[in-house]
């Protein structure tokens, strides 16, 4: 099928795509248009008005700043996947664009596209969550922040207003010294480029790296496709705090990530397979952090499915 007429609007300036938003009510923003492409073709959305943004310039920067780490929307996933200073600072975020369909999704997909899209299995949501970030939104009006955690309401759904647009993920720079700061974002997929059945994201900074049992100052877990939205684990990071990590805490920690976890059942994994799976990669995204914090080379675990060819 074809998509249904639309008016096409190029901007080149985030205050002309906020002014077009404002005007026009039922718009679209067209990033890379990997998933918007899809829905339109099947005529699941027929928007009157479709605005690309892939001409705002401004929108396309990665910025380590003293404070926070900073990503424009409009950043492909492929140059997050390539970028030096996001594995230095924040590499988690390199490692869920890796993990993200193969090559032709990743070279057009970005950020905002899927801070937008907001599918609770998508990678970046989990980890604006896991890392504590701040969505940037713009329209009209101006600039408002909006933690990662209050953005994401339910399935698909956010607290983005209809004439705003992301402008950027920003994400503080102290929780994550990165000579103390291990982080993983670990899937678990049938195949290389399906989206994942469930991913963990964890974030762990020790107290001393080269100490023999390094203690965990500070953890954050959140898990992807194990409920409505990207799902952030309290539990599980008090089970590993203030201590070193040891078998028991990690399996304390699984627990807890199995009885937060409300997954909808999909045709290849039951609600009680999600349950299970979302305890066991809690458990290892924990473990990985936290070995790679210490400069350990983490276990390598059975059963994942090979990632997408580079
Ligand atoms: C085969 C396949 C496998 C995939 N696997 C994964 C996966 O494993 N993990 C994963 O995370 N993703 C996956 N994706 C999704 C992929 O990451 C998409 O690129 C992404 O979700 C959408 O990004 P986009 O830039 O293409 O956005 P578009 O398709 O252009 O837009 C998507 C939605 O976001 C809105 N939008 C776009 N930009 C903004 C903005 N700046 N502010 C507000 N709203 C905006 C659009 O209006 C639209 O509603 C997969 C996609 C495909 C086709």
């Known amino acids: 099928m074809k998509p249904a007429a639309f008016e096409y609007h190029r901007p080149t300036t985030v205050d002309d795509a906020v002014e077009l938003l404002d005007e026009h009510d039922d718009a679209e923003l067209m990033a890379g248009n990997q998933s918007l492409g899809i829905v339109m073709a099947n005529r699941l959305a027929t928007p009157d008005h479709v605005i690309d943004v892939n001409r705002i310039d401004e929108l396309d920067y990665v910025d380590v700043g003293e404070d926070a780490v900073r990503i424009g929307a409009m950043v492909r996933h492929r140059t997050i996947e390539r970028s030096d200073l996001l594995a230095d600072h924040l590499p988690m975020l390199p490692e869920a664009a890796e993990q993200i369909a193969g090559p032709s999704v990743r070279n057009r997909g970005t ?106 100052e500070h953890a954050r877990l959140a898990l992807a496709n194990a409920a409505d939205v990207p799902l952030r684990v309290e539990a599980a990071e008090d089970t590993v705090e203030d201590a070193p990590i040891s078998e028991a805490t990690l399996s304390e920690a699984a627990a807890a990530a199995t009885d937060a976890a409300e997954p909808s059942g999909e045709m290849h994994a039951d609600e009680e397979f999600k349950e299970e799976v979302a305890g066991e990669y809690a458990r290892r995204a924990l473990r990985t952090a936290f070995d790679r914090a210490r400069g350990v080379e983490p276990p390598a675990f059975d059963g994942d499915a090979g990632r997408a060819e580079a």
């Open 111 to 216: 950020l905002g596209g899927s801070i937008g899209e907001a599918d609770p299995a998508g990678n970046y949501p989990a980890v604006a969550v896991a890392l504590d970030g701040t969505l940037h939104l713009r329209s009209v009006d101006g600039e408002r922040e909006v933690s990662a955690e209050d953005y994401f309401i339910a399935y698909m759904f956010t607290d983005l207003r209809e004439n705003e647009l992301v402008e950027s993920l920003s994400v503080p720079r102290d929780p994550y010294p990165p000579e103390r700061t291990g982080m993983a974002f670990l899937e678990l997929k049938r195949a290389a480029q399906t989206w994942p059945t469930l991913s963990a994201a964890a974030a762990v900074r020790v107290d001393d790296p080269d100490a023999d049992d390094p203690a965990v």
